[in-house]
């Protein structure tokens, strides 16, 4: 079993930054690779960005160059850093780890861009 906790959501106007954290616990070894995605009201969960367990790195086009994801083994913890936030950009924002045997998903934090 593997459990995320998000954190780091909260308001912000637009053109602003905010950095996402997922802390994962539990049978972290089966993990190979970890990601972000958000849901907006009356949409579907879509990927923002992932991280292999090599650094490789992949970001849906809509965020590309804005936010970059990272991770620090030695926390066990991801990150997603949201730099020049768009309204378009509110939604909850979802952890992801991947095992060879299941998916495991935190239970999402709150981005709002607004002015």
């Known amino acids: 079993q593997v459990q995320l906790v998000e954190s780091g959501g909260g308001l912000v106007q637009p053109g602003g930054s905010l950095r996402l954290s997922c802390a994962a616990s539990?049978?972290?070894?089966?993990?190979?690779?970890m990601g972000w995605y958000r849901q907006a009201p009356g949409k579907q969960r879509e990927l923002v960005a992932t991280?292999?367990?090599?650094?490789?790195?992949n970001y849906a086009d809509s965020v590309k160059g804005r936010f970059t994801i990272s991770r620090d083994t030695a926390k066990n913890t991801v990150y997603l850093q949201m730099n020049r936030l768009k309204p378009e950009d509110m939604a909850v924002y979802y952890c992801?780890?991947?095992?060879?045997?299941?998916?495991?998903w935190g239970k999402g934090t709150l981005v709002t861009v607004s002015s």
């Open positions: 539990g049978s972290i070894f089966n993990i190979y690779g």
């Open positions: 992801k780890g991947a095992t060879l045997y299941a998916d495991y």
């Open positions: 991280i292999t367990m090599y650094d490789s790195t």
